[in-house]
């Protein structure tokens, strides 16, 4: 089974950037789809971003395009979220989760596997 662990949380001011990394254990990380989630105080949880196994296709909310990039080196068993551009409303706790048949979705219970999160906070 896998297990998924977040880090490169922290407190940035806006305009500024974060790397957030996604670091897997068990067997057969390279076969699963990642996706990043957040959820902001008082908000629902969303989708932020998604990338295949491969890397080859990745999909983004309309929210984050052209400035969040998802990217992920198996060898290291790790998915990357590079966060530029930052803006007070990209604060939230953020996830990284699993989906075992390598199909990238914004649906959230199509993820079988989730972390604890990360803090991100931006401040104005």
């Known amino acids: 089974q896998v297990q998924l662990v977040e880090s490169g949380g922290g407190l940035v001011q806006a305009g500024g950037s974060l790397r957030l990394s996604c670091a897997a254990s068990?067997?057969?990380?390279?076969?699963?789809?990642i996706g990043w989630f957040r959820q902001g105080p008082g908000k629902q949880r969303e989708f932020v971003a998604a990338?295949?196994?491969?890397?080859?296709?990745?999909n983004y909310a309309d929210s984050v395009k052209g400035r969040f990039t998802i990217s992920r080196d198996n060898p290291k068993n790790t998915v990357y979220l590079q966060m530029n551009s930052l803006k007070p409303e990209d604060t939230a706790v953020y996830y990284c989760?699993?989906?075992?048949?390598?199909?990238?979705?914004?649906?959230?219970?199509?993820?079988?596997?989730w972390g604890q999160g990360t803090q991100v906070t931006v401040s104005s």
């Open positions: 068990g067997r057969a990380f390279s076969n699963y789809a």
């Open positions: 990338i295949t196994w491969g890397g080859a296709n990745t």
């Open positions: 989760a699993a989906e075992l048949t390598n199909w990238i979705t914004k649906l959230q219970s199509q993820y079988d596997i």
